[in-house]
């Protein structure tokens, strides 16, 4: 079975330039969250979905963060403008919720916003 | 409602025991532990769900205490492939998502 993919993998962008990051769960997962990981913060939740519809983003940390869910599987995160501090590795994971909600991580979106 | 953990990093050499400890300021619904190698994405470990209940996986196992809201993480006779950053993530209920601490390095050396 595949499992929580993301892209791309590696993203060097110059500040204020638009990022998305792509993930698409894994088929039968109802939950999907994101998260970001940094030194500093550890791994921040930034939104979470439950079956499509937004449930949290108070994690989303200001106004340039978007994202959406169109379906089951597949999801974005834009950052619109992107600024330096907003480098970091993102991560996002999948759940149902019918079982243990074990989180499923994909490998990361490592972004670098110089 | 971030969960605190403690040690921040811990050294070991193989066959040495290690405790990691992660407690919360709320009342918990569950303690998730998971394990993040350099890298590489964070890896489900093990869920509890019940107080005072403890679970196994290999020599890694975990005990959760309700009343204190605060679990731990053991890790006896350590190998070499335990080395990596361990993270606890709490639930308040079963309809909240997790939130995870800032993570234990555990180095073990030969």
């Known amino acids: 079975d595949a499992g929580v993919i993301q892209s791309p993998r590696h993203e060097v962008t110059e500040m204020g330039q638009e990022v998305t990051l792509r993930c698409k769960p894994i088929s039968g997962h109802n939950s999907l969250f994101w998260y970001r990981q940094t030194m500093m913060r550890g791994l921040e939740l930034l939104i979470y979905f439950n079956n499509n519809v937004p449930i949290d983003d108070s994690g989303m940390p200001e106004d340039r963060f978007s994202a959406k869910m169109p379906n089951a599987s597949f999801s974005t995160l834009k950052i619109q403008p992107s600024e330096p501090r907003d480098s970091a590795v993102y991560f996002c994971?999948?759940?149902?919720?019918?079982?243990?909600?074990?989180?499923?991580f994909g490998e990361g979106s490592r972004l670098t916003v110089l | 409602q971030q969960p605190v953990q403690s040690p921040q990093a811990v050294i070991l050499r193989e066959g040495e025991d290690a405790v990691i400890n992660c407690s919360s300021s709320k009342a918990l619904y569950s303690v998730h532990w998971y394990r993040q190698k350099h890298g590489e994405a964070p890896v489900f470990l093990m869920i509890?769900?019940?107080?005072?209940e403890q679970k196994g996986h290999d020599k890694i196992s975990a005990s959760f205490n309700e009343k204190k809201q605060q679990s731990s993480l053991y890790l006896t006779a350590s190998q070499l492939s335990y080395s990596g950053t361990y993270f606890c993530g709490t639930e308040i209920s079963g309809n909240t998502p997790l939130v995870f601490g800032k993570g234990t390095r555990l180095s073990v050396i030969a």
């Open positions: 509890l769900l019940k107080g005072g």
């Open positions: 994971a999948s759940s149902s919720r019918t079982r243990s909600g074990e989180l499923f």
